[in-house]
């Protein structure tokens, strides 16, 4: 069982940066490709990013890329999305996830384990 625990969310102006962090209970947690996703209300939870265990390969969905950079620190088993250019439609709840699969996927059924999300809300 990984548990993990999204940080760093809060209120920024449009054009503004955040770095939120998700970190994992098991050391064991560098074994996973963590991704990164994004629900805002009433819609879908949508996939952000995703990483390797090793943090050799990133992959970004197109709303993001050059905006948004995933990396990961497996010493200190946390995972970090650094988010600049923030517009207005970025604002939603930001979750980390865990998937054992051996290659990046953005479907939310390849991952396995969830944080609990951290708001993050960019003002006009």
């Known amino acids: 069982q990984v548990q993990l625990v999204e940080s760093g969310g809060g209120l920024v102006q449009a054009g503004g940066s955040l770095r939120l962090s998700c970190a994992a209970s098991e050391r064991n947690a560098s074994n996973y490709n963590m991704g990164w996703f994004r629900q805002a209300p009433g819609l879908e939870r949508e996939f952000v990013g995703a990483i390797t265990w090793s943090g050799s390969t990133t992959y970004y969905t197109n709303s993001v890329k050059g905006r948004f950079t995933i990396s990961r620190e497996n010493a200190k088993n946390t995972v970090y999305l650094q988010m600049n250019s923030l517009k207005p439609e970025d604002t939603a709840v930001y979750y980390c996830?865990?998937?054992?699969?051996?290659?990046?996927?953005?479907?939310?059924?390849?991952?396995?384990?969830w944080g609990q999300g951290t708001q993050v809300t960019v003002s006009s």
């Open positions: 996830a865990a998937s054992p699969r051996r290659f990046l996927v953005s479907q939310t059924s390849q991952y396995t384990y």
